[in-house]
């Protein structure tokens, strides 16, 4: 079975400072990885995906994400985070079994920015 | 081009009641796929369609339903509402399935509110 772990519920940060959600995941079979982001109020957002190939994978606003295939993790980070960054952070992965894609969600990290 | 789009964003109904809720999935997009979210539950899968087929449904009563049409919009209706149907209601879509790593994009929901 296929399951995803989000270590941190809420992630505290100062503006301008760095900051890591940690994913970690579980699979039997080979996955795609993903993070969304879903600010106030708002649906999912894609924010990167790692399908294949380098295991450095950049998206919007900033962020990147590393995907380790030895410890199963799929961290986000981003060197200085912005007031605007406040929101909270799914980690999903994606798998094709059945006939259909699949995608099964951590339970999420909420980001906080202060000022 | 324009992205998922849901309607309606927000609703009060009445327990008892039954919603109807609908999807346009983005242009080429042949998949949709239906999550609730709630603070208590998370992200949780509802159905899948791709060919005007359920393909894959999760864990919900038969009082939640859904169908796909010819132009891949896509309805879900929950019957004899409940006030633990009180959610979000997010719409995604996606390719037609495969094992690609198939990106799959969400809407901004419906907000469902059952008094």
């Known amino acids: 079975a296929q399951s995803v772990t989000q270590l941190d519920s809420q992630v505290p940060v100062f503006e301008e400072a760095p900051v890591e959600l940690r994913c970690n995941y579980s699979?039997?079979?080979?996955?795609?990885l993903f993070w969304y982001v879903q600010y106030p109020n708002q649906g999912l957002q894609l924010l990167l995906k790692?399908?294949?190939?380098?295991?450095l994978v950049k998206g919007i606003n900033g962020f990147e994400a590393e995907f380790n295939k030895s410890q199963t993790s799929f961290h986000l980070r981003k060197p200085s985070v912005h007031i605007s960054d406040t929101a909270e952070y799914f980690c999903?992965?994606?798998?094709?079994?059945?006939?259909?894609?699949?995608?099964?969600f951590g339970a999420g990290t909420r980001l906080a920015v202060h000022p | 081009k324009a992205g998922v789009t849901q309607t309606p964003r927000y609703l009060i109904k009445t327990r008892g009641q039954q919603v109807t809720l609908s999807c346009s999935p983005i242009?080429?997009?042949?998949?949709v796929s239906w999550y609730q979210q709630t603070p208590g539950q998370g992200l949780q899968f509802l159905f899948e369609?791709?060919?005007?087929?359920?393909?894959n449904k999760g864990n919900f009563p038969g009082r939640f339903s859904g169908r796909q049409f010819s132009n891949s919009r896509s309805e879900m209706n929950v019957s004899t509402l409940e006030l633990g149907d009180s959610a979000l209601y997010l719409c995604?879509?996606?390719?037609?399935?495969?094992?690609?790593?198939?990106?799959?994009?969400f809407g901004e929901g419906s907000w469902l509110t059952v008094v």
């Open positions: 995604a879509s996606s390719l037609a399935p495969g094992d690609n790593g198939n990106t799959i994009y």
């Open positions: 699979s039997s079979v080979s996955v795609y």
């Open positions: 790692y399908l294949s190939g380098s295991t």
């Open positions: 999903a992965v994606s798998f094709f079994s059945g006939g259909y894609n699949k995608l099964i």
């Open positions: 242009s080429g997009h042949r998949s």
């Open positions: 369609y791709f060919s005007e087929t359920q393909r």
